[in-house]
Every structure is written in C-alpha cells, then in structure tokens.
C-alpha cells in the first residue's frame, strides 16, 4: 500500500538523458545468469575492466558482495530470494538513471526471478547474458565449496542439485565458459554491448 505522505521529485530531478550526455554514454543493465561456477562474475570482472579502460563509467554488482550488505538480512527461502533479486533490480534500475552501464552477476534461477527484474529495470535496459556452462564442468570447479557441500546435504535448495535452474528464454548472449577463453568470451560480450552504449573510445 503506498504511503500517502510520499511524494516523489522524480520529475524534478536532472533526467538520465542529461546524465548520459555528460558521460558520453548509453546506460544498460547487463545482467549476468547461469550455475553457481559457470563464471558469470569472473566475466563480469573481465568485462567491467574493459569498458573502464575504454571509457565507459561501469559498476558491478555481484551476489556476494550484495548478500554481505543491502541484503545480508535476507536468507535463501523462496521469498528472500525473490526479494533479494527485486533489491537488486532497484539498484539496478537508479544506476541506469544515474547513466552508468551496470553488470549484475546473479544465479537468478527462474524465468519468472528474471523477468522480476526485466520488468523493474525496464526491458529496454536489460541485456541478459547467458553463461551456459554445463553442470558437471561447474562441478568440477566447485570454486566456493558448495556442489560438495550440496551432494552431502549440507546445502539446502542449492541450484543445479536439488533446485532447478531454468534457461533464459531469449537471451542477447549465450556463452559457456568451457568451449572459450576468457578473452575469446570478453570479445564477445563487447560485439554485443559496445552498439548499445555508444562506443566511445
């Protein structure tokens, strides 16, 4: 129920379009999805150094680093998940206000969860990559610990193992992480994004 003594400045503001100008950029949400170890947040690293170096003003926002702040009172119930990726779609959605182009590196495992944050941020602005790496490759890397833990029980609802994980539907890039290099993945994250923020180098 909205509050009746709340009263937006939106309108009053400076609008995104004044932001981006001063940036000499477009601001997008590029929104990372795939297993735990798939490698969405060394992608997403790899990419945020490569638009800096090109100019661009960018900010990467990664499960962890949002669970042990803004979210760190939430858990991993059904609904704290979804609340947890409709926090991080809000932010998401100020810093395209803001005109920085944002890499979000989430599980995110439902078309339903993603869709929560399409349509938050605004479908225009969200640019969903797909690291499609396979599951026992992900396992195998196991990089924080937790397929072990997940095979013992140790785990609960853990994605890929005893929670499904759904494909994007129609992602702007597919890319698994076991067929190409890194650089041969940033390249390919950078065809898909520079056209749409405006290169600038």
């Not at 009053?12 to 735990?36: A, C, I, P």
């Not at 800096?52 to 998940?81: K, Q, W």
């Not at 599980?107 to 339903?112: I, K, L, Q």
């Amino acid at each position: 129920m909205k509050e009746k003594h709340i009263y937006p400045i939106f309108d009053k503001t400076l609008q995104r379009l004044d932001r981006e100008r001063l940036l000499n950029q477009r601001s997008k949400v590029v929104w990372f999805t795939g297993l735990s170890g798939s490698g969405k947040s060394t992608l997403a690293l790899a990419l945020e150094r490569e638009l800096h170096g090109r100019g661009y003003l960018c900010y990467l926002l990664d499960g962890d680093n949002i669970r042990s702040g803004i979210n760190s009172n939430l858990g991993f119930t059904e609904a704290d998940r979804v609340e947890n990726i409709r926090r991080i779609a809000e932010v998401c959605k100020l810093f395209v206000d803001c005109g920085v182009v944002t890499l979000a590196s989430f599980v995110s495992p439902t078309n339903d969860i993603r869709k929560l944050a399409s349509d938050i941020v605004g479908a225009e602005n969200f640019v969903e990559v797909f690291v499609s790496t396979p599951l026992e490759v992900c396992e195998q890397r196991d990089v924080k610990g937790l397929y072990k833990k997940a095979r013992a029980g140790e785990v609960k609802d853990f994605t890929g193992i005893s929670s499904p994980f759904e494909q994007p539907q129609s992602p702007a890039l597919t890319i698994d992480t076991s067929k190409f290099s890194l650089e041969e993945c940033t390249q390919q994250l950078l065809e898909v994004l520079l056209p749409m923020v405006g290169e600038n180098s």
